[in-house]
């Protein structure tokens, strides 16, 4: 296992959609996530402003936490992971103050998960987007692109 597999965290309950929306859309062979956030049972691990309320650590962790929730959506609906060829593009919203400009650390904090599951085919093209606030108070917001294995 080389340095950036260190281990690969648990994936947390499939999460319930918070309004009318479907989790995970799945066109042609692409699997499109909704905005994920890092609530689990609808209980969020950290809440506020990066650069704030939270340090880049803990924006880092909320990251790990909102893109494990994506995984379980599309573990759910593909049937596991095992079904998931790769992942393609990962856009992140930070909740951050004005002037913070180290959106690109915290969602490294994502990245590292993907990287844990999926080795380089989990190295997506990314956005890291700094917002002034997110559903809830929520720190972090993550959709992703995914391509789902021929069967």
Request: contains cysteine.
């Amino acid at each position: 296992m080389d340095e950036n597999q260190k281990s690969i965290p648990a994936l947390p309950p499939t999460p319930q959609p918070a309004g009318n929306y479907v989790p995970v859309r799945e066109v042609r062979g692409l699997l499109y996530t909704a905005g994920h956030t890092s609530a689990v049972q609808g209980t969020l691990e950290h809440s506020g402003r990066v650069g704030e309320d939270l340090t880049v650590e803990e924006g880092r962790s909320a990251a790990a936490t909102a893109v494990l929730n994506c995984l379980a959506s599309l573990a759910a609906h593909a049937g596991g992971l095992e079904h998931i060829e790769e992942i393609v593009s990962m856009t992140g919203y930070v909740s951050a103050v004005s002037g913070f400009t180290e959106h690109p650390l915290v969602m490294d904090g994502a990245s590292e998960v993907l990287v844990s599951y999926f080795g380089d085919q989990g190295r997506p093209v990314r956005a890291a987007v700094g917002v002034s606030s997110l559903p809830d108070g929520a720190p972090v917001e993550i959709s992703l692109l995914a391509t789902s294995r021929s069967a």
